[in-house]
C-alpha cells in the first residue's frame, strides 16, 4: 500500500527543478485539482497506512526463531511431503501460510528466521512467535532425540549427519486431514494443485497477488540498506496469492461435481462426504479432530478411518503430522522397503496389506521407541530420489550395485502406491519385485493409459506383466516427472 501511494505521488506530482540567482528550488507542475485528488486519497489511506505500519512493525525486519540446523532444517522439513503449502521463493527460503499468517521462512547457518509479510483476521502479531515454534513442534528437542536413536539403530546413526532438523511438523489437524485425502493414489505436484485451487476456490484471500511484490519488498534483509533490500526481496518472492485454508463450514459450499471439474476426480466424492461427516459430528468437527490429540493413537486412527476416503497409511499421516502421535508410522512404499531391507527382512515377498502395515509400524516403534514416526521420518526422507545423492554410495538405499541400476528408472517415477485397492496391491507387487523405488499415480476419468489396463487385467487374471517398467516409455509410461519425494 505504501507502495502504491509513492507510485501514485511520483505519477500525478512530477516536480520540475528550477535553478535562480541563489539557489534550487521545485516548482510542481500539478495542478491544484489533482494535487486536491492527491491529498484526498492520501487522507484515505491515512489510516490504512497506520494500520499496516503498526501490524507490520513488527515483522518488516527478520525475525529470528531460536531454531539451530541440529533441531529445524527446513530442506528437510518443508518440501518432503508433510504440507503442501509452502513454495520455496529464494535461496534456502520459503513462503507459505500458518494460521491465517503469510510467513516467509529462510535458513541461516545458524538459525531459521522469518517474517510475517501478511496476517489475515484474528491473527495477531504478538502470537507470531508462538504460532510458528508450535507449528515447526519446537517444544521437542531434536538433537536428544537423535542421539537416542543412534544409539539404538547403525543405520539411523549413520544416516543422521546428512539429514540434520529433519523435524515433524504440528499442522492444524482440518488442513492435515484434507491434504492426506487429497494425496491419495496420487503425487506431489499434483496434490499441491487440488489444496492451493481448494483454498483459492473456498478460502480467504490473505495476500493479493497484487500486493505480494510490495509486501515483501518493504522488508529489509540484514544490513543492506533500504532499497537494495526491496529489490531482492521482490526478486525473489514471485507474484503470488495466499488464502487461509478453507474451514468446514466454507467447504461445506463445494460440490462433489465442482470439485471433479476443478481434477480432483474420485477424491471429490470424499472430500464432500468428510465434510459433512464431520459438520455432523456434536460439538463441530473442528474441535472432535483436536480431540483426537487426546486419546491414544490406535483410538485417534481408528476414528479418522470412519472417514470417507481415509485408510491406515492417510490415517497415520494424520494422526503423525497433526494430532500428536508421534509413534505413528505412515507405511508406503519407501518405508516399506527400507524396512524389509532392515527391520523386518521376513517380511519380504508379502503382499501389502493392514496387517503387514501394523507389523512394520510395531517393528519402528520396537526399535525407535515412543518418538518412532519422527525416527522414521529421517529414514523415509533418505530412500527420495532428491535427497539419496547426499549420500555416499553405499549408504544409498540397495547399496551401489541396486542404487546405480534404479537411478534412471527412479528419476522419472512418481512416489506413491496406495494399498486400498487390488489394482494397486498388484502394480506394488511388482514394483517390489522388480526392486524399484517406483510408485503408480491414480488415473481418473478418461486418461486410462496401457500400463492401468495392463494392470487391471492383471488384477482380473491374477497375472502381472510390468516388464517395461523403467524403459523409455514404449510400454510403461508415468504421468509426470516429480522433483520432490513422495508424502510421508
Known amino acids: 500500500m505504501a507502495a502504491w501511494y509513492s507510485h501514485l505521488h511520483r505519477t500525478l506530482a512530477r516536480p520540475c527543478l528550477r535553478t535562480g540567482p541563489s539557489k534550487p528550488y521545485i516548482l510542481f507542475s500539478t495542478s491544484s485539482l489533482v494535487c486536491q485528488r492527491l491529498h484526498t486519497a492520501q487522507h484515505k489511506l491515512g489510516m490504512a497506512l497506520a494500520t499496516a505500519t503498526s501490524a ?97 539403530d547403525s543405520r539411523y546413526k549413520s544416516l543422521h549427519s546428512y539429514f540434520p532438523g529433519a523435524r515433524v511438523l504440528r499442522q492444524d489437524p482440518v488442513e492435515c486431514l484434507f491434504e492426506f485425502i487429497c494425496s491419495s493414489n496420487n503425487h506431489i505436484s499434483r496434490i499441491f494443485g487440488m489444496v492451493e485451487r481448494l483454498c483459492r476456490d473456498y478460502g480467504t484471500p490473505i495476500l493479493h497477488a497484487s500486493m505480494n511484490q510490495a509486501s515483501t519488498a518493504a522488508a529489509p534483509v540484514g544490513g543492506k540498506d533500504t532499497v537494495a ?45 468428510t465434510v459433512q461427516a464431520l459438520l455432523a459430528k456434536p460439538g463441530g468437527g473442528r474441535q472432535w479432530l483436536y480431540n483426537l490429540r487426546n486419546v491414544p493413537y490406535k483410538e485417534a486412527s481408528e476414528a479418522l478411518c470412519e472417514l470417507p476416503g481415509i485408510g491406515p497409511k492417510v490415517a497415520a499421516c494424520i494422526c503423525l503430522f497433526a494430532l500428536d502421535k508421534h509413534e505413528a508410522i505412515p507405511v508406503d512404499t519407501h518405508v516399506w522397503q527400507l524396512a524389509v531391507r532392515y527391520y523386518t527382512p521376513h517380511l519380504k515377498g508379502k503382499t501389502m496389506n493392514k496387517k503387514i502395515m501394523v507389523a512394520v509400524e510395531d517393528a519402528f516403534i520396537e526399535r525407535f521407541g515412543p518418538w518412532a514416526g519422527w525416527a522414521h521420518n529421517t529414514l523415509f ?27 534412471t528408472a527412479a528419476k522419472g517415477s512418481t512416489e506413491e502406491v496406495s494399498d486400498q485397492t487390488e489394482i494397486m496391491k ?18 481418473d476419468g478418461n486418461t486410462k493409459s496401457r500400463p492401468v489396463k495392463r494392470a487391471r487385467r492383471g488384477a482380473k487374471h491374477k497375472k502381472t506383466d510390468l516388464r517395461g517398467i523403467g524403459n523409455n516409455g514404449n510400454t510403461w509410461q508415468l504421468h509426470k516427472i516429480i522433483k520432490h519425494g513422495c508424502c510421508s
Open 56 to 152: 507490520s512493525a513488527h515483522s518488516v525486519v527478520w525475525q529470528s526463531l531460536g531454531a539451530a540446523p541440529a533441531e529445524l532444517t527446513l530442506d528437510f522439513t518443508l518440501p518432503t511431503g508433510q504440507s503442501f503449502r509452502w513454495r520455496q521463493t529464494g535461496q534456502a527460503e520459503f513462503t507459505g501460510v500458518v494460521d491465517n499468517r503469510v510467513v516467509k521462512v529462510q535458513q541461516t547457518p545458524s538459525d531459521v528466521r522469518y517474517q510475517v509479510i501478511a496476517r489475515g483476521d484474528s491473527a495477531a502479531c504478538s502470537e507470531d512467535a508462538a504460532v510458528l515454534r508450535n507449528y515447526f513442534n519446537l517444544q521437542a528437542c531434536l538433537e536428544e532425540l537423535s542421539q537416542e536413536w543412534s544409539s539404538r
Open 381 to 407: 526422507i533418505s530412500e527420495l530420489a532428491t535427497q539419496r545423492e547426499r549420500l555416499p554410495e553405499h549408504l544409498r538405499p540397495g547399496g551401489k550395485s541396486k542404487a546405480s541400476k534404479s537411478r
Open 426 to 443: 498388484v502394480e506394488q507387487a511388482a514394483v517390489q519385485k522388480h526392486g524399484l523405488n517406483v510408485g503408480v499415480d491414480a488415473v
Open 229 to 273: 533490500a526491496a529489490e531482492e526481496e521482490q526478486k525473489a518472492v514471485p507474484d503470488l496469492a495466499f488464502y487461509s485454508f478453507p474451514t468446514l463450514e466454507q467447504l461445506s459450499a463445494a460440490s462433489e461435481a465442482a470439485l471433479r471439474a476443478e481434477g480432483f476426480g474420485y477424491r471429490a466424492k470424499f472430500i464432500t462426504g
